[in-house]
């Protein structure tokens, strides 16, 4: 069955919920508080129209806040004091502790369902839209039980619809499982950038001898900083304990070296192998985590 869907933050993320609703025969009406995304986004064709968002509001049954996780907080509670009864609203945002506590006690929090497609790349913009985008990835709703059933069906059908898996998870852990397994990675490659940058002075050497391997890590290096700066501070509590272990890690690998202990390292390298183990072993059926 069509929709009218309003989709909020027309960038990577929102374009391409835009393109998979426009496959599937839904009407598409989008908003972005950057006037020159709004126009771009209307230009490719993946929205039907562009309208002022209280116009949105009125207009759609169902809403993406596909925005930053710092301007997600701040505007969802606002938004959910303009729905009428019938409507429903989604997030996406890669951080939901703070989200969540900041619509617990609004009277239509059961409108609102927390997910969080874990889909992207390392582009930003209108054009960076693509489909297939969510196709077999996962995606997260937490605080289910504080969303109406109607509200989480029509959530579930629509992800559901692109080809993602979803899986349920407590807020508060999500943001901790985020840190280790998402935030910290994009350290990681942010961190690594900049010491290349530091060291290797000479543009043309890093262009000549940089492998797959090198150009496959730094790749989300390349990630919008505004989004991944919010992201940072609002799971600041978790991204530093993670970061901690990693520093850990890193000064231990780096004290091996030092002492010569071959057998250290060899040891250290068949530790972190383990995660080839894990890796193939994803469960490909939808779970509930706790």
């Not at 009428?84 to 703070?98: E, H, L, P, R, W």
Request: aromatic share 6%.
């Amino acid at each position: 069955m069509s929709m009218k869907v309003g989709i909020i933050g027309l960038g990577l993320i929102g374009g391409s919920i835009a393109k998979e609703c426009k496959r599937k025969g839904h009407e598409v009406i989008g908003y972005d508080a950057n006037e020159s995304h709004a126009k771009r986004a209307e230009e490719l064709g993946f929205v039907d129209c562009v309208l002022k968002l209280e116009k949105l509001l009125k207009e759609v049954e169902i809403i993406g806040l596909c925005i930053p996780v710092d301007l997600i907080e701040s505007e969802l509670p606002s938004i959910l004091n303009r729905l009428k009864d019938n409507q429903v609203i989604f997030d996406v945002g890669s951080t939901k502790a703070k989200i969540c506590q900041a619509v617990k006690d609004h009277p239509r929090r059961n409108q609102f369902v927390a997910a969080h497609p874990m889909a992207g790349t390392e582009f930003s913009g209108p054009e960076a839209a693509i489909l297939d985008l969510f196709s077999k990835k996962k995606n997260i709703i937490c605080e289910e039980h504080l969303s109406s059933q109607k509200a989480l069906e029509v959530v579930l059908d629509l992800f559901n619809s692109f080809g993602m898996l979803s899986i349920f998870m407590n807020a508060e852990n999500h943001d901790k499982h985020m840190a280790y397994v998402s935030h910290l990675s994009h350290i990681s490659a942010y961190a690594l950038s900049a010491t290349v940058l530091d060291i290797e002075k000479d543009e043309k050497q890093i262009q000549n001898l940089a492998g797959t391997g090198f150009a496959s890590t730094v790749r989300i290096a390349k990630s919008n900083p505004n989004t991944w700066a919010s992201i940072f501070e609002k799971n600041k509590k978790h991204v530093l304990v993670s970061l901690n272990s990693y520093i850990q890690n890193l000064e231990q690998f780096k004290k091996l070296l030092e002492a010569d202990d071959d057998d250290g390292v060899k040891q250290y390298i068949k530790k972190a192998n383990e995660i080839k183990r894990i890796l193939s072993g994803i469960n490909k059926n939808a779970i509930k985590l706790s």
